[in-house]
């Protein structure tokens, strides 16, 4: 299995816009083959950074979803609202 755990740092005033499109995000994750579990969280200290959790099962469902419409339309609109930071784990 493949985790991966993207945080992200809104610019100011584009926080809720990137939530929702992360929402958005989710939901189509969760649909998609091979997904485990896809979720974001917002972070309790700040408000200006929330986590998207992913666990796919291998590296070909993982490559599906990058390559899915709703990644190649939703990840850059929430790229624009701010920074994110990729880490991922096998295991």
């Not at 755990?5 to 091979?34: M, R």
């Not at 700040?46 to 291998?58: G, H, M």
Request: hydrophobic share 40%.
């Amino acid at each position: 299995m493949i985790r991966l755990n993207c945080f992200f740092k809104a610019k100011d005033g584009k926080y809720d816009e990137a939530l929702n499109v992360a929402k958005e995000l989710v939901a189509a994750s969760q649909k998609q083959e091979g997904c485990i579990a896809y979720d974001v969280f917002e972070s309790g200290t700040r408000k200006d950074v929330f986590l998207i959790c992913e666990t796919w099962a291998n590296q070909e469902t993982l490559d599906a979803h990058s390559a899915s419409e709703p990644f190649l339309r939703l990840v850059p609109q929430i790229n624009a609202c701010g920074e994110m930071k990729l880490e991922q784990f096998v295991f």
